[in-house]
């Protein structure tokens, strides 16, 4: 099946700073989401891009299909941004795989 | 435009017991798939469900079972629970044709 490797596997940032993680998989998709996580549990989505890019205020994401690697960055970070981003992806079986998630802690 | 709903938020239950955990759709959405999401990891596909019947599933034994009833919401059954079922169970509802899928805020299970 697919493989789904995010990096870096934890990020600590001051408040302010720019960040980007990466999510690489291992064969071709239909379907990618990028989800933020936060500390009750519940799953936000943030894009839903199998390809190309988007921005939604501070949160952009960039998907490159063809080498198989999405990038979600985050500028200007603040407090309530911690929580453990996760990439998921969705191949021919049409089950949605998720990395192991990126968890981001920022300082003010 | 309500989300998708599960119940119940926590759950207690012994070792091997019974459990239903439920989740209700998004509005407009037809389908229905549920993942566990064990302490630290990501979240691991269960099953899904389509039109009342189980279309998709993952690498789970038969304890697991489901149920979507005629208003697209659904149910998760696990019988003889073990220690490690102890995880957060996640609904995700989406429009069967679309690919986005949309989560509700989960059932914490625990098993003791």
């Known amino acids: 099946g697919i493989q789904v490797e995010q990096s870096p596997p934890d990020l600590i940032l001051q408040e302010g700073a720019n960040s980007t993680l990466r999510c690489n998989f291992s064969?071709?998709?239909?379907?990618l989401q990028w989800f933020h996580q936060n500390p009750w549990g519940q799953l936000i989505n943030l894009f839903y891009?199998?390809?190309g890019t988007k921005q939604n205020g501070r949160l952009s994401a960039t998907t490159v299909a063809t080498e198989r690697y999405s990038l979600l960055y985050i500028s200007s970070s603040q407090t309530t941004d911690s929580g453990v981003y996760f990439c998921?992806?969705?191949?021919?079986?049409?089950?949605?795989?998720f990395g192991q998630g990126t968890t981001l802690q920022v300082k003010p | 435009d309500a989300g998708v709903t599960q119940s119940p938020t926590h759950l207690i239950k012994t070792r091997g017991q019974q459990v239903t955990l439920r989740c209700s759709p998004k509005?407009?959405?037809?389908?229905v798939s549920w993942y566990q999401q064990a302490l630290g990891q990501g979240p691991q596909f269960i099953f899904q469900?389509?039109?009342?019947?189980?279309?998709q599933r993952g690498n789970f034994p038969d304890r697991f079972s489901g149920h979507q009833f005629p208003n697209y919401s659904s149910e998760l059954n696990v019988n003889a629970l073990l220690l490690g079922d102890s995880a957060l169970y996640l609904c995700?509802?989406?429009?069967?044709?679309?690919?986005?899928?949309?989560f509700g805020p989960g059932t914490r299970l625990t098993v003791l």
């Open positions: 064969d071709s998709v239909n379907n």
């Open positions: 998921a992806v969705k191949g021919n079986t049409g089950k949605l795989i």
């Open positions: 995700a509802s989406s429009l069967l044709g679309h690919n986005e899928q949309f």
């Open positions: 891009i199998p390809s």
């Open positions: 469900y389509y039109e009342e019947e189980e279309r």
């Open positions: 509005s407009g959405h037809d389908t």
